[in-house]
T-cell receptor
Framework: DTGVSQDPRHKITKRGQNVTFRCDPI?????LYWYRQTLGQGPEFLTY????????KSRLLSDRFSAERPKGSFSTLEIQRTEQGDSAMYLC?????????????FGQGTRLTVV | GDSVTQMEGPVTLSEEAFLTINCTYT??????LFWYVQYPGEGLQLLLK?????DKGSNKGFEATYRKETTSFHLEKGSVQVSDSAVYFC????????????FGGGTRLMVKP
């Protein structure tokens, strides 16, 4: 396994269009997280899954955002009716939940530009 | 809610200089603390971690000590190299919140030969 992979790496879209990103976590990891990072800032938590269940969503995740993780494997993040403020790097991370602290492994991200 | 504050950059140092990047946190529970590093063109990588008070995390010559009394987790390295040039993020996680990470704003380090 080569780590967390995200697709696409870059996406340019027109305002008002829908976009979907995909994340493939490390295969044995049961937790999957989505974060958003804007230029010059640290990543901000959006949502996370344990297996296929979406357990928490940030207030940052407006109704235009939806995430799924069917069968507890890969995950998709969809943004409907994109706005210029959605331009950011979208990061996916995965970890194995266990007693104590587990390391989160990050993908290289999908950079979204809304024009 | 939980928050992390770290010194703003960029921090510019000459090779072999001593590095300190300050990080303080606010948390309601007993968080674990992390430093992540982002090299140019690459994803975030865990640099080191500490899970309880007075723990010292260390890796690649970097170290940080979990100080509960000052709610701090400052990153230090005795002698930086050009290859250490990157953006460094301090973060905390709360096991009661699914271990999601709360990040600071990041500090860019530039090391000149």
């Amino acid at each position: 396994d080569t780590g967390v992979s995200q697709d696409p790496r870059h996406k340019i879209t027109k305002r008002g269009q829908n976009v979907t990103f995909r994340c493939d976590p490390i295969s044995e990891h049961n937790r999957l997280y989505w974060y958003r990072q804007t230029l010059g800032q640290g990543p901000e938590f959006l949502t996370y899954f344990q297996n296929e269940a979406q357990l928490e969503k940030s207030r940052l995740l407006s109704d235009r955002f939806s995430a799924e993780r069917p069968k507890g494997s890969f995950s998709t993040l969809e943004i409907q009716r994109t706005e210029q403020g959605d331009s950011a790097m979208y990061l996916c991370a995965s970890s194995l939940s266990q007693q104590g602290v587990s390391e989160a492994f990050f993908g290289q991200g999908t950079r979204l530009t809304v024009v | 809610g939980d928050s992390v504050t770290q010194m703003e950059g960029p921090v510019t140092l000459s090779e072999e200089a001593f590095l300190t990047i300050n990080c303080t946190y606010t948390a309601t529970g007993y968080p674990s603390l992390f430093w992540y590093v982002q090299y140019p063109g690459e994803g975030l990588q865990l640099l080191l971690k500490a899970t309880k008070a007075d723990d010292k995390g260390s890796n690649k010559g970097f170290e940080a000590t979990y100080r509960k009394e000052t709610t701090s987790f400052h990153l230090e390295k005795g002698s930086v190299q050009v290859s250490d040039s990157a953006v460094y993020f301090c973060a905390l996680s709360d096991s009661n919140a699914g271990n999601m990470l709360t990040f600071g704003g990041g500090t860019r380090l530039m090391v000149k030969p």
